[in-house]
């Protein structure tokens, strides 16, 4: 069945500085979506991939979408303590499953 | 304003006592689902429904049920819960299925003496 990974779990940064998580997958995806929760919140959504090697912007955030559809990124650049939270990636092939998630931490 | 509402945001009880947690959308959309969310696991789904009367397992069914009678609810019941039911609950929508964005509710923190 189609599995999604996701690395690493836990990311301590140093305010200002820059941190990448990654997302794989099994399976070729259709897209790959990607979620930020704040601790206590809920997921929100900040962005969906469909193309391959797709490549989008969010101001600091910067999304990856691999050539062959089975891997995905997320670039923060110049950390901030707005940052923090879990970021999740989602890829949908035949459904849609999440990874497991990546616990920002930042030291300022 | 457009959202995803659920109750309770809390919620303790004890094994075996019948339980149902709401969720309501006021979007009109056609496609809700319920996750749970444990540390280490992300986000696994119970159910979902694309529409009303449609409803289907996701990938951890086990001691849940849900209905859609109507399309903006999509209700939660656990007959009789065990403790290892204690989880965060979210009910998410999105307008026609998964390939959109979906559309979280602030969650239900649910433990099970």
């Known amino acids: 069945g189609q599995q999604v990974m996701q690395i690493p779990q836990y990311q301590h940064v140093q305010e200002g500085e820059d941190f990448t998580t990654y997302c794989n997958s099994s399976?070729?995806?259709?897209?790959i979506q990607w979620y930020k929760q704040r601790p206590g919140g809920h997921p929100v959504f900040l962005i969906q991939?469909?193309?391959?090697?797709e490549v989008k912007k969010q101001k600091r955030l910067t999304f990856q979408f691999g050539e062959a559809k089975k891997n995905s990124s997320l670039h923060i650049t110049a950390t901030q303590t707005t940052d923090v939270g879990t970021y999740f990636c989602a890829g949908l092939d035949y459904k849609l499953s999440f990874g497991a998630g990546t616990t920002v931490t930042v030291r300022a | 304003e457009a959202q995803v509402t659920q109750n309770p945001r809390y919620l303790i009880t004890v094994t075996g006592k019948k339980l149902t947690v709401t969720c309501s959308q006021n979007m009109n959309h056609e496609y809700m689902s319920w996750y749970r969310q444990d540390p280490g696991l992300g986000l696994r789904q119970i159910y979902y429904?694309?529409?009303?009367?449609?409803?289907d397992k996701g990938d951890v069914p086990e001691g849940y049920k849900v209905s859609r009678k109507e399309k903006r609810n999509f209700p939660l019941i656990l007959e009789s819960p065990s403790p290892n039911q204690t989880s965060l609950y979210f009910c998410?929508?999105?307008?026609?299925?998964?390939?959109?964005?979906?559309?979280f509710g602030s969650g239900t923190q649910l433990s099970v003496l």
């Open positions: 429904s694309m529409n009303v009367e449609v409803t």
């Open positions: 399976t070729t995806l259709s897209n």
């Open positions: 991939l469909v193309k391959s090697g």
């Open positions: 998410a929508s999105s307008p026609t299925g998964w390939d959109e964005k979906l559309f």
